[in-house]
């Protein structure tokens, strides 16, 4: 039985060490019962509970329990327990709680003052001090400012039409709730993770400028800190603990076309034709709430009657489809779906455990699957079959926060009844994780049809650990100049919050779009993870031709960018998945020591090599850049810049700043390549001048044998400048045969005419004085070329 908490605030105090093991130590107060757990040399664990014992409930965030033990000083005197490891210390005060995590040299990285963290009734409360120089990012999708210090988080799952009021500090919930934070200061990078998925306010210095103030309605304190000292290294552990993306299908990187709603067969074939006729790439098409009967679950109504037949067609033009799935299943006695729900007890309860709660989504009165459920999710699971029978290649989980149309907080009553396999608990103490279990539901039934091909899953809701599942995109935003700026620090905190595989409506959801805000848009997301054109109902026709031939001429440049880049994007998926690395990353990701860097929030790096700077105003041609240290170029004109300073870019219409690492080596497609599912057979190296490496990825784009080692990776590096220089082409480790059989290695912005040489052959080389690009073919086998420039070296 839980004992009845206090109206009044009972801080930790009085502390006494009860039990001890080789990696965690338990203390008792009159009210409290506390653990400290080490898990790895930089990440440790706090909870605190005013029960006797700890929830027996699992995290739904964290999937890795199995730590390996790590070397551990504890001391415990009359006023203090420390806990040590070589990387951080957790010092908790016996007598008055204070609570203080340092790193190695003993610098603080949280710190609570005595009596701040404790219980008020059912209420959790922590509140840390902030220092002077201190900024906050990550919290996973957020609106308002790239760093959150300043602003109230409320971690509760919110269907928000046109994000509106976004930009405003009023705005404190979205749709994804991640209570995962990087703190930054004076170039040292830590973490905080409060696991817990009922409400939660965070105040990081909004009413006291000094004071991150965190509350969580009900549950326990579950406090995860993270050393670091880099942004990678809390990030790479944050991920550790709560999963990684998986490897997305090689064609989920494309372009795709959605709108609510394409109604008809004949609309979608319509636009799958155009996309063909006007030849620009696209890999899959979407239907909205309209494809179904009446809004039904995994149906199709009248208008697609021959959903299989269009899927055949479809694929025979290189088109995937993917439908919208919601979680409210109509509440109409006569629907196979509803009947086997109910027969199933597969549906959230009322508060008394009886009665399924009725509320009300697009089909009217609906119940919802209780997602928390094991056995609700593999039965949901199995309903996919017909979708996937059907040819449907991808899943976009829709309003699973969830959103309710009956009631005004828009969402299940707080009081609802869920059974997990671990007994029933109130929907209020899981609500964040609800629209992530749905994603989890989603991807498991996906891969129990068929376990052999890489899910495509998308969710509007989720919690932290929400990348495990799927990918997230940002909900309704709305089509306003405003929002696209705002997209830019959405997508850098998801990503640094674990989610790297993120994005946006391209032009804008709510409203109606303008070709300037469109095209400034598709340019910005041709960098961005998931890149998904989007419109609402009602709103005018948002696929890249509709604005005219000019519109569509950029258009069509833009998206053909992005799958020359494919090779590029696809080493960055690689990666993130093995590592939790970002795809898109805030500069502070490789430059955190330098302050105007961790600053910049209008623009960001794709990988490592590529700093993007999009054009995020009405009108402007120009911006500042701001380059961080080291030699960049232009990637248009090759123009080199100096980095420790900003640059004013040029950017009309028809451009977006791209600026090049000095050193990169970046693997790109040539224009008439695009095959969407496989790799072409010759890969174009594009390599700067510099010292550079790059890490080469490639398995079959679809299937889960690169987990068996069915996977091609090698080192391939440059080092050249003035005179010429080398490339080396690494062994490759995995079974994959490489399919790309030639590289063809072009060096931009050279400034004349070059020889040559490998294996002590002289080459085939070709040198073009109008776009100072130099070339060369070379086999994929691993070796040493020699490159010599017989003139002018490289551009100036
Ligand atoms: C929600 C989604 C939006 C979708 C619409 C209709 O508003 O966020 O993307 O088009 O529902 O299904």
């Keep these: 039985m839980r004992k009845r908490p206090a109206a009044t605030f009972r801080p930790l105090a009085e502390l006494k060490v009860v039990r001890q093991s080789e990696q965690s130590i338990e203390l008792k107060s009159a009210f409290h019962t506390v653990r400290v757990s080490v898990l790895a040399d930089d990440l440790f664990r706090l909870q605190i509970t005013f029960a006797k014992k700890f929830s027996s409930h699992p995290s739904w965030a964290v999937c ?34 204070a609570l203080r995590f340092s790193d190695s040299e003993g610098r603080a ?41 300043g602003l109230i988080r409320e971690f ?7 994000h509106a009021p976004a930009i405003y500090p009023s705005m404190r919930s979205l749709y994804v709730s991640i209570p995962f934070a990087i703190s930054l200061r004076e170039g040292r990078a830590a973490g905080l993770f409060w696991d817990n998925p009922g409400r939660q306010i965070w105040d990081l210095g909004q009413t006291q400028l000094d004071r991150w103030k965190m509350s969580a309605a009900t549950g326990e304190i579950d406090l995860y800190f993270f050393a670091g000292p880099g942004v990678g290294r809390v990030v790479s552990r944050f991920t550790d603990l709560t999963g990684r993306t998986p490897m997305p299908p090689l064609w989920s990187l494309g372009y795709q076309q959605c709108r609510y709603s394409y109604e008809t067969q004949e609309r979608v074939e319509e636009i799958a034709g155009a996309f063909r006729k006007r030849k620009i790439p696209c890999d899959a098409l979407y239907l909205d709430i309209h494809h179904m009967d009446g809004y039904r679950v995994f149906t199709f109504g009248k208008t697609f009657r021959h959903a299989r037949a269009l899927t055949r067609k479809l694929a025979k033009k290189g088109f995937k489809l993917i439908t ?21 007890h597969a549906f959230v309860k009322e508060a008394n455990g009886k009665k399924d709660y009725i509320g009300k ?60 396999e671990h ?51 940002t909900g309704d935003n709305s089509s306003v100049w405003e929002h696209l700026a705002d997209a830019v620090q959405m997508f850098l905190n998801l990503s640094v919050s674990g989610v790297p595989f993120c994005g946006g409506d391209i032009g804008g959801f709510i409203d109606n779009t303008t070709p300037e805000l469109f095209l400034r848009w598709l340019q910005f997301a041709t960098f961005t993870p998931f890149y998904r054109n989007h419109s609402n109902l009602g709103t005018i026709e948002q696929e890249p031709w509709a604005f005219g031939r000019n519109t569509e001429s950029i258009a069509r440049k833009f998206i053909e960018l992005r799958y020359q880049l494919l090779p590029y994007l696809y080493g960055l998926f690689a990666q993130a998945h093995r590592e939790g690395t970002p795809i898109m990353r805030p500069l502070f990701w490789h430059y955190q020591n330098d302050p105007v860097a961790v600053a910049a929030s209008d623009q960001f790096l794709l990988g490592e ?51 090049v690492r000095a050193g990169a080596i970046v693997p790109m497609l040539a224009v008439q390549q695009f095959v969407g599912e496989k790799m072409p057979d010759v890969v174009n190296l594009h390599c700067w001048p510099g010292a550079g490496e790059l890490d080469w990825y490639e398995d079959d784009g679809q299937s ?93």
């Design 64 to 97: 890795k329990t199995n730590w390996p033990a790590v070397a551990t000083i504890v001391r415990t005197n009359a006023s203090s327990l420390s806990v040590g490891t070589a990387s951080a210390t957790l010092r908790l005060s016996l007598g008055d709680g």
């Design 109 to 149: 990285l949280f710190n609570a003052a005595p009596g701040k963290i404790g219980f008020f009734g059912r209420e959790a409360r922590v509140e840390m001090n902030l220092a002077g120089e201190e900024s906050i990012f990550g919290l996973g999708e957020t609106t308002g400012t790239f760093n959150k210090r």
């Design 156 to 162: 509760w799952n919110t269907d928000i039409l046109g």
């Design 324 to 344: 919208i799935v919601d979680p409210g299943v109509k509440d109409d006695r006569n629907f196979g779906v509803l009947k086997r729900g109910i027969a199933r």
């Design 361 to 420: 989504v697009w089909p009217g009165k609906a119940r919802f699957p209780d997602f928390l459920n094991p056995q609700v999710r593999s039965w949901w699971g199995a309903e996919q079959k017909k979708l996937i029978d059907a040819g449907i290649a991808g899943f976009w989980n829709d309003m699973n926060e969830p959103a309710n149309f009956a009631l005004p907080t828009k969402t299940l009553p707080e009081n609802c009844r869920h059974e997990t």
């Design 423 to 473: 007994g029933a608990i109130r929907h209020s103490a899981i609500h964040n994780v609800y629209g992530m279990e749905m994603a989890r539901a989603c991807r498991d039934g996906v891969l129990a049809h068929q376990p052999d091909t890489r899910p495509f899953v998308i969710t509007r809701a989720g919690y932290a650990g929400v990348q495990r599942h799927a990918l997230v995109w």
């Design 609 to 659: 090599n590529l700093l993007i700077a999009p054009i995020l105003r009405q009108g402007a041609t120009a911006r500042s850049v701001y380059l961080p240290r080291g030699v960049w170029f232009d990637f248009w004109s090759g123009q080199k810049s100096a980095g420790g300073q900003h640059v004013i870019a040029h950017a009309p219409l028809e451009t977006i700043p791209i600026f």
């Design 704 to 796: 889960l044998a690169f987990a068996a080692g069915e996977f091609s990776r090698r080192k391939i590096k440059s080092r050249w400048g003035e005179k010429g220089g080398t490339l080396r082409l690494g062994t490759t480790v995995g079974s994959f045969p490489s399919q790309a059989k030639n590289w063809r290695v072009v060096l931009r912005g050279i400034g004349g005419k070059f020889s040559v040489q490998a294996d002590g052959k002289n080459l085939r080389s070709r040198f073009d004085p109008a776009t100072q690009v130099g070339s060369f073919e070379v086999s994929n086998a691993p070796g040493i070329v020699d490159f010599q420039f017989r003139t002018a070296g490289v551009k100036k």
